[in-house]
């Protein structure tokens, strides 16, 4: 047995998302995906009548889907088996332990022919500061230390649905950039959306303001414009579907009744052996 630590701290994860709460803030990411999720579900033919929700926030996204079932976003979820045709992951798949095993939970959870959609921070999310977190650190006390989540890459997130056993999978994202006046309004922001630092591996002492001054005068340098703060975020979307018959499927090789050239109506020029 391993005695190596999660990678996130979910009690630190449950503290930060419930001061989060308390303060009101302004969830703007989670709104933004919301509009994704529901332009993305309009495009489907396809009525669903038993949706379920997993989350790290319900009391935002049982507001937004009132007939859904809503679950948090535990390391067993609360779904039952085969008992519903959507499940939505809103916003919390990038703080989980075990990605994989989330993703299987929620397709053992679909009826056949079901649809899973999961939207979670990933790819370029926050780069801007953690290469300036980290360069400040090394300059300021000659060492570096877990600060921001690490993001996986697109092309890796999309890998997940398949080692889920998803069907017809299909991984994307959508990115935001966000101006901010300071690198505290930056942090307050994310303070207030429930994604400050909860990895394990994190420092539990005081930083010291100079490390924050010098990553607030490397932030200027390289990601600024008009003396704003850019800061990237964005939004991944995987899309699977549980297996079934009625699905399409890949013709075998060697099938085809016409040859490419045939179908683009151009004549074919065989290379010489």
Known sequence: MSNTAPLVDRDQLARNRRRAVQMAGDFFLHDEARFEIEDR??????????????????????KWFPDATIVPDDDLLNLKEGAHDLVIHAMSLHWANDPVGQLIQCNRALKPDGLML?????????NELRACLGQAESMVTGGLS??????????????LLQRASFALPVADKSQRKVAYPSLARMAADLRAMGES???????????????????EQLYREHFSENDRLIASFDLVFLTGWAPDASQPKPLMPGSAKMSLADALRTKEIKLPE
């Open 41 to 62: 579900l309009s495009m489907v033919n396809k009525s669903f009548t038993a949706p379920a929700i997993v989350t790290g926030f319900p009391e935002i996204w049982a």
């Open 197 to 215: 630092n909860a990895l394990s591996a994190r420092k539990k002492d005081y930083s010291g303001k100079a490390l924050f001054e010098a990553t």
């Open 118 to 126: 999961a939207v979670f921070l990933g790819d370029q999310t926050l």
């Open 146 to 159: 877990p600060r921001v989540l690490p993001m996986g890459e697109l092309r890796e997130l999309g890998t």
